[in-house]
């Protein structure tokens, strides 16, 4: 509050009418100064005698007016120094005792302190002087005082606190309309969220809100044009919502970089091995049955096949995957049987290449939920150096060995390859238990979208989200927020696999929760950890101190400067207090209270995701306040943000998402960083083992 101001004072005489004239008829603009010419002769004689005329008598004082000097304005408790002089009727100071007096019961009168006011106001000290001998009851009133220690009352109509508002749904667009008043001086302006708003000459707004698909806060100040400001405090749920009950999508990103995806592919070929290729092999008899020219019928079955080793390369394309499967020193033993006009001859032989090659072009897709199709485009068989030992059969020259074993080789290498890959895509199931205050809630999600780009595969996950029973204490909610942010690209690919959840996901984790009952608190002064003194400080004469915090709208996880920031814009906020001779405790204050958190995401050493909560920003916002009551309001708020910021800022936990786990993957958190669209989606960036 500005320092009090001192302007001019008014001095206000009342003429008497009794030393104005006289009896003697004298001339009564003759003020009895003794001029050079009066009796006096031409010759410049001595003027005169004190006898001729009387001119030069000295009159007696005579109080004839009252000086009241008071400041042009004041403070609610505080002194307001008034001094009150008598004159006569030459101007000079008379000590004579002048009453002050203030028609206001707001008004303490004290003759040596001046004036304290209890209350707004524009107040007049009048000073009486009795009536004496020598003059009647002389009035005089001050300069007005005003007083206003308060700040503008700011009333809002639209939108209700914790009300929900849908622009896809609603009739226009939502407005903030109000009125801003107070009694003593004329308002100086209006802000909302720090920006000035039009004020109409009766002080009412009307306000186009941005269509902020978020929960949102609105912080209207007002200031008088005497310096005192007030505000008010009111959050809001604005955008689309999603019923509880239904899945989110997208929910989860995968988004795997040609690292990943080769130790995603090498689990794939797991299934091929020598074994299986034997078994396919002999359930597939014969490899090859031909007539050879004068020889007879030959005949090769295949019995066993053996590597040294199988490596696999990946090759990332716009809507397909390459891959190449190279097998080195792979030999097929085979049972050879010529059937010739003398009998049979039965021998072994073997088919033998230094590096067989196998290519596959592949299309991915999940046609629905947690179903993968892959689908082989094209595929092709090489070998570097085919050989076949047919141990001193007659074999033409002419025979082209790999063409016979190609033809089989490739479809059982192709079926296992695609039946793998598909079988490790359907693997990627997400569950996971999370905990919020003390709130189980269970997440469940599989893939519907899988794509390859240039960068990477990408796979998109839904999700679906249960908590607890909802609490019947807590206000019942449409939904959870929709931020609709899209998940980071596979061209933003940070490392071997980046992990990202969205938005919309942890905010309803955390919707949940808050349904659940996890943000309805109820504290003691022992349980606050808060002294009496500090009691006493925050509310005057209380003893003890009880607060119930109620949250009337889910808080929400959105993305800030640098990362994340955790809202809570609407909170119920109760005191209740013993204060003195009350023999039950009793409401101090009924409030809202608003709480911003910067988050920081990182990783801990097991790979989990971290919201780490930091200090919050505490807004409180005492509700129901009158005019007289602002500026008692305005300091309680401050005094109790403080208290709050403290409290609360033990309260909120880290938020644990849950650390990723793929199948087939062995994941290391290196990062975690805000992606995608909007900076809506939480990214971690791991690497694959």
């Known amino acids: 509050m500005r320092a009090p101001l001192r302007l001019p004072f008014l001095l206000l005489t009342l003429p008497l009418g009794l030393a104005a004239c006289s009896g003697d008829g004298k001339d009564p603009s003759d003020d009895g100064a003794v001029e050079p010419s009066d009796g006096g002769a031409g010759d410049g004689g001595d003027g005169g005698t004190a006898d001729d005329g009387g001119d030069g008598a000295v009159e007696p004082a005579v109080p004839t007016s009252i000086l009241i000097e008071a400041p042009a304005d004041a403070e609610i408790g505080e002194w307001a120094p008034v001094t009150a002089t008598v004159l006569d009727q030459n101007g000079a100071p008379?000590?004579?005792?002048?009453?002050?007096?203030?028609?206001s019961e707001a008004a303490v009168v004290d003759p040596a302190a001046g004036v304290q006011f209890g209350a707004d106001g524009v107040y007049v000290v009048v000073g009486t002087l009795a009536a004496g001998d020598d003059h009647p009851e002389l009035t005089a009133s001050s300069e007005p005082i005003t007083v206003d220690s308060n700040g503008p009352v700011i009333r809002?109509?639209?939108?209700?606190p914790a009300s929900w508002f849908d622009p896809t749904v609603a009739r226009g667009p939502l407005r903030l309309m109000g009125q801003v008043t107070d009694p003593i001086h004329p308002i100086g302006g209006a802000t909302l969220n720090g920006e000035p708003i039009v004020l109409d000459a009766d002080g009412n707004f009307d306000v186009e809100l941005p269509s902020d698909f978020r929960l949102m806060r609105l912080d209207i100040v007002a200031e008088d044009t005497d310096g005192n400001a007030a505000d008010r405090v009111l959050g809001f749920a604005q955008g689309p919502t999603v019923p509880l009950d239904a899945a989110i999508n997208p929910a989860v990103a995968l988004n795997i970089s040609e690292g990943g995806l080769l130790v995603l592919a090498d689990g794939a070929t797991a299934s091929i091995t020598p074994a299986a290729m034997q078994r396919e092999l002999i359930a597939a008899n014969p490899l090859f049955t031909a007539a050879v020219p004068g020889v007879g019928l030959l005949r090769m079955d295949g019995r066993t096949v053996s590597w040294d080793n199988l490596s696999i390369g990946a090759r990332l394309g716009e809507g397909s995957l390459g891959l190449d499967l190279t097998i080195?020193?792979?030999?097929i033993n085979v049972d050879q049987r010529l059937t010739t006009l003398g009998g049979e001859i039965r021998s072994s032989g073997a088919f033998s290449d230094t590096s067989t090659t196998l290519s596959l072009e592949m299309a991915l897709s999940a046609p629905t939920p947690g179903d993968a199709l892959v689908v082989v485009t094209d595929s092709a068989l090489e070998f570097t150096a085919a050989s076949y030992n047919a141990s001193g059969f007659p074999v033409p020259s002419t025979l082209d060995v790999g063409a016979i074993v190609g033809p089989l080789i490739l479809p059982i290498v192709t079926e296992a390859t695609r039946s793998a890959v598909e079988g490790a895509l359907e693997a990627l199931v997400?569950?996971?238990?999370?905990?919020?205050?003390?709130?189980?809630?269970?997440?469940?999600?599989?893939?519907?979208?899988?794509?390859?780009?240039?960068?990477?595969?990408?796979?998109?996950?839904?999700?679906?989200?249960?908590?607890?029973?909802?609490?019947?204490?807590?206000?019942?909610?449409?939904?959870?927020?929709?931020?609709?942010?899209?998940?980071?690209?596979?061209?933003?690919?940070?490392?071997?696999?980046?992990?990202?959840?969205?938005?919309?996901?942890?905010?309803?984790?955390?919707?949940?929760?808050?349904?659940?009952?996890?943000?309805?608190?109820?504290l003691s002064a022992t349980e606050l950890g808060i002294a009496p003194a500090l009691i006493e400080l925050v509310f005057?004469?209380?003893?003890?101190?009880?607060?119930n915090l109620e949250a009337r709208l889910p808080p929400a996880l959105r993305p800030a400067s640098g990362s994340f920031a955790f809202d809570l814009v609407e909170m119920d906020l109760r005191a209740t207090g013993l204060v003195s001779g009350a023999s039950a405790p009793v409401e101090l204050t009924h409030a809202a209270l608003h709480l911003t958190a910067p988050v920081t995401v990182s990783t801990d050493g097991s790979g989990a995701i971290i919201a780490d909560i930091g200090d919050p920003e505490v807004i409180i916002d005492v509700l129901d306040v009158d005019a007289a009551g602002v500026a008692a309001a305005e300091a309680l708020e401050d005094r109790l943000s403080s208290l709050a910021a403290v409290f609360v800022g033990d309260l909120l936990p880290d938020l644990e998402v849950f650390a990723p786990e793929v199948p087939g993957f062995v994941l290391t958190t290196d990062s975690v960083a805000a992606g995608g669209e909007g900076l809506d989606w939480m990214t971690a960036a791991c690497s694959v083992e």
Not at 328 to 331: A, D, E, I, K, R
Not at 439 to 451: D, K, Q, S
Not at 540 to 547: E, F, N, Q
Request: overall charge negative; hydrophobic content about 45%; aromatic content about 4%.
């Open 430 to 522: 997400l569950d996971a238990p999370l905990n919020v205050m003390g709130t189980v809630i269970g997440f469940e999600g599989e893939f519907n979208e899988i794509a390859m780009h240039p960068a990477g595969l990408s796979v998109i996950f839904d999700g679906v989200v249960t908590g607890p029973a909802a609490d019947p204490s807590v206000p019942e909610a449409p939904g959870s927020l929709r931020s609709g942010g899209a998940p980071p690209a596979a061209g933003s690919v940070l490392s071997d696999l980046d992990f990202s959840l969205g938005s919309d996901l942890v905010n309803r984790i955390v919707h949940l929760a808050y349904q659940g009952g996890a943000f309805n608190i109820a």
């Open 94 to 103: 008379l000590a004579l005792e002048v009453s002050l007096s203030v028609e």
């Open 540 to 547: 005057p004469g209380a003893t003890t101190l009880d607060l």
């Open 328 to 331: 080195t020193n792979l030999t």
């Open 156 to 160: 809002v109509d639209a939108p209700s």
